[in-house]
T-cell receptor, first 116, second 115 residues
Framework: AQTVTQSQPEMSVQEAETVTLSCTYD???????LFWYKQPPSRQMILVIR??????QNATENRFSVNFQKAAKSFSLKISDSQLGDTAMYFC?????????????FGTGTLLAVQP | NAGVTQTPKFQVLKTGQSMTLQCAQD?????MYWYRQDPGMGLRLIYY?????TTDKGEVPNGYNVSRLNKREFSLRLESAAPSQTSVYFC????WGQGSGYGYTFGSGTRLTVV
């Protein structure tokens, strides 16, 4: 069975600075997807970034980028130029590739506070 | 707007009462899911439906039942609510195969309190 671990329950960063959120996972699969979701106080789940395991290049979306280390089973999220609107709970998630039952497995989350 | 619609957004139940959480999606997705979110535990899968007419248990199915009414709708029922079911519930949908790699579309959640 796959597991996802986020070892940082809470983090804080000053506005305009850079912060990195950690995520490790355990799987015997070779092909899979990894995601970071953001959950602001509104409770809505928002997809931040995704990574396909067969791609060596790290995904980037504007100020958000990942450091994907497949051998180490590590998938960290870097937020550059942090903004107050980045304050949220962040969840790392894993999904096996293909098939009809594409269950997302979530970590326990990291609560990020961006300080003015 | 296209997406996943959940109702209600908030609900308070007394222990032993029953209720159904409704979920509908208009993206023509095949798969639908119910998760619960509890502090310090992330989101855990309750039940899912890979396609219309099929449902399967997830990680925490005890105390719940589901119905995939049609391709659009997937409801979650609590037959006899317990305080341990106090949680935030999310419905989500996704597509099959490689399209599933784009992740889920989530509803806005239902905050349920059982007293």
């Amino acid at each position: 069975a796959q597991t996802v671990t986020q070892s940082q329950p809470e983090m804080s960063v000053q506005e305009a600075e850079t912060v990195t959120l950690s995520c490790t996972y355990d799987t015997s699969e070779n092909n899979y997807y990894l995601f970071w979701y953001k959950q602001p106080p509104s409770r809505q789940m928002i997809l931040v970034i995704r990574q396909e395991a067969y791609k060596q290049q790290n995904a980037t979306e504007n100020r958000f980028s990942v450091n994907f280390q497949k051998a180490a089973k590590s998938f960290s999220l870097k937020i550059s130029d942090s903004q107050l609107g980045d304050t949220a709970m962040y969840f790392c998630a894993f999904m096996k590739w293909g098939g009809a039952t594409n269950k997302l497995i979530f970590g326990t989350g990291t609560l990020l506070a961006v300080q003015p | 707007n296209a997406g996943v619609t959940q109702t209600p957004k908030f609900q308070v139940l007394k222990t032993g009462q029953s209720m159904t959480l409704q979920c509908a999606q208009d993206m023509n997705h095949n798969s639908m899911y119910w998760y619960r979110q509890d502090p310090g535990m992330g989101l855990r899968l309750i039940y899912y439906s890979a396609s219309e007419g099929t449902t399967d248990k997830g990680e925490v199915p005890n105390g719940y039942n589901v119905s995939r009414l049609n391709k659009r709708e997937f409801s979650l029922r609590l037959e006899s609510a317990a305080p341990s079911q106090t949680s935030v519930y999310f419905c989500a949908s996704s597509e099959w195969g490689q399209g599933s790699g784009y992740g889920y579309t989530f509803g806005s959640g239902t905050r349920l309190t059982v007293v």
